[in-house]
């Protein structure tokens, strides 16, 4: 009997002393559960971060205050006024925006016409309705390379507008669609 004590005694100290080491790992190189709750615990916010759905960036939007619109554009855009149309340039992206005038077409089918009446090789045309008018984008082969074309007919607040590139890059016609897209009243 005294034999099975002093086992007993001798298995409850080693018990205990490795209860009081909560991130030593136990026989087997394996961490005791107490250890192993509270590691979790400590990841519990990294993977609740993980898990939470990422808020989307906010669009960077740049103002143009003669025409009293905005309009999306990459960090660092300027507007300047350029023979009485306004010029947003910035990182990868040149367009201009102005009142559509009576000259500008109304309709997206009379401008692709129009573009691929005046051009030679109009290709990778692409048309887009919105609820307020229409954009489109083309290219050609010019005599410095390719031209991206980017044309655009917007009515915010009753008035029309027009919003245009012939750029130089892909990304700068793309950047142009999206600043003619989310063209809207400040």
Do not use: H
């Amino acid at each position: 009997m005294k034999k099975l004590s002093l086992l007993s005694i001798v298995c409850l100290a080693f018990a205990l002393s490795a209860c009081g080491k909560k991130d030593a790992p136990a026989e087997g190189g394996e961490k005791t559960a107490e250890a192993t709750k509270e590691a979790a615990a400590e990841k519990a916010p990294e993977k609740a971060a993980e898990k939470a759905p990422a808020k989307p960036a906010a669009k960077p939007m740049v103002e143009i205050p003669a025409l009293g619109l905005k309009a999306e554009a990459p960090e660092g855009t300027n507007v300047s006024e350029m023979l009485g149309d306004q010029m947003l340039q910035g990182p990868g992206l040149v367009v201009t925006v102005a009142a559509a005038g009576d000259d500008y077409p109304k309709d997206m089918a009379a401008a692709v016409k129009d573009m691929q009446d005046t051009y030679d090789g109009v290709t990778n045309v692409k048309e887009e309705k919105l609820a307020d008018g229409w954009v489109f984008s083309a290219e050609n082969k010019g005599g410095m390379g390719t031209n991206y074309w980017v044309k655009s007919r917007r009515t915010i607040g009753g008035k029309d507008y027009k919003c245009e590139t012939t750029a130089s890059q892909p990304e700068q016609q793309a950047n142009a669609i999206k600043a003619c897209k989310s063209l809207a009243a400040k």
